[in-house]
């Protein structure tokens, strides 16, 4: 739990208005990610989170890096998939993910984040996840340093079981 306790903190933040509402409480660790609830005042929100086991690049400084998957039962929202790479993208620069033989590249980015397109790639995201053993995501930042993050898979399909059965996810 040391490992993540100011990516909680970070999470609370980028979770602020559901935050207020309800303080994030572990559902539990699970090999290299760490689930979570909370209460929103509509109901739950259950996430996951991973930092990576090896961030490469040229920079200087960056900040907070690390993946989310959230469930939002009273949106009908669920598998979610999101990155905060640490710092701001450049404007349609590929953001690219790569898990085993296959690569995801169906993502926007927007400020420090990277969203998947749709639900359909949500879904791909979180099957693939589920398969593998590490992911590779390679992404550029506004001032054209290349990245290259390295998370393990190691407790992905725990944590997601964790979070889907409190948020009830069929």
């Not at 209460?39 to 989170?49: E, F, L, P, T």
């Not at 953001?95 to 984040?113: A, D, L, P, R």
């Not at 590779?136 to 930042?141: E, K, L, R, T």
Request: hydrophobic residues 35%; charged residues 25%; aromatic residues 12%.
């Amino acid at each position: 739990m040391k490992k993540y306790k100011g990516i909680t903190l970070l999470i609370a933040l980028f979770f602020s208005a559901q935050a207020q509402a309800g303080k994030p409480q572990i559902l539990g660790e699970y090999g290299d990610w760490t689930a979570y609830h909370f209460h929103d005042g509509r109901g739950s929100v259950c996430y996951m989170i991973s930092k990576p086991t090896k961030d490469e690049g040229k920079y200087s400084k960056r900040g907070d890096i690390y993946v989310v998957v959230t469930h939002r039962p009273a949106d009908k929202s669920f598998d979610v998939v999101n990155f905060d790479a640490g710092y701001t993208f450049k404007n349609g620069a590929p953001f690219v993910v790569k898990i085993g033989h296959n690569t995801v590249n169906s993502f926007f980015t927007e400020g420090t984040k990277a969203w998947t397109l749709n639900d359909e790639a949500d879904k791909k995201m979180v099957s693939l996840m589920k398969g593998g053993d590490r992911m590779i995501v390679d992404g550029i930042s506004s001032r054209g340093t290349k990245t290259k993050d390295t998370y393990s898979l190691k407790g992905f399909t725990g944590a997601y079981k964790a979070i889907s059965a409190k948020c009830k996810k069929k």
